[in-house]
């Protein structure tokens, strides 16, 4: 049902649109996994926000992840969490959410093993490419997917730097699903969404990060 291999994270940077347009305008795209991220809001907003989220993305019956908090997450019946390195581990959020997805972003080959280890439903790997919209360290370029691949059996989402001129390049280096802010929300949001979903259908199967487990 959420199998298109994309996962929108919201970013206010550039986006022309205000958050509840902004993810209406991607999911009738056709995108069905949204990753709520607030960092300059208070908790009692991102909670807020979240609920207003929730309301939006199950009429299109969409996943919705939220970034960093394992209790809003579940306070607002999200489908699950985003871990960064310096939140909860993962065994531990999983106390707080319990059977809801659980996902972590690493950045080495280190980091996805010790991920799947912990139980972790996904793992984000990157940046791929050079990005502005987080500081994540050096690029890791496509080869480290298929590194990262051959190392972990669960579900890999590529970010950092993908647009529409790389992201094919991505998916045929084995990444599960890719996740995209920028590019999408710089300029035409719906134009740029389904063009990134266009793709995906051609060119993969889409994604195994599928609701709960």
């Known amino acids: 049902m959420y199998q298109n291999g994309i996962c929108f994270i919201t970013d206010r940077t550039y986006a022309r649109l205000p958050l509840y347009d902004m993810v209406r305008s991607v999911l009738e795209a056709g ?33 919705l992840i939220i970034n960093d908090h394992a209790d809003i997450a579940l306070a607002a019946d999200a489908d699950g969490v985003h871990l960064g390195q ?76 993908i647009g529409l001129e790389n992201v094919s390049d991505v998916m045929r280096a084995g990444a599960d699903a890719v996740a995209v802010a920028t ?5 035409d949001i719906t134009q740029n969404a389904h063009a990134f979903v266009q793709i995906i259908k051609k060119g993969s199967q889409g994604s195994r990060i599928q609701g709960y487990r």
């Open 31 to 63: 995108i069905t996994v949204i990753q709520y991220r607030e960092k300059k809001k208070t908790r009692h907003e991102i909670y807020d926000e979240a609920i207003r989220l929730r309301e939006l993305t199950r009429s299109f019956r969409a996943l």
């Open 86 to 161: 310096d939140d909860l581990p993962v065994k531990e959020a999983r106390k707080v959410i319990g059977g809801r997805i659980v996902g972590i972003s690493t950045h080495s080959i280190e980091q996805a093993v010790e991920a799947e280890a912990g139980g972790a439903d996904y793992i984000g790997f990157g940046p791929i490419f050079q990005t502005m919209t987080k500081d994540a360290g050096a690029p890791k370029g496509v080869d480290f997917i298929r590194a990262i691949k051959h190392n972990v059996r669960i579900p890999v989402m590529a970010i950092g730097g």
């Open 183 to 187: 590019a999408i929300c710089r300029g």
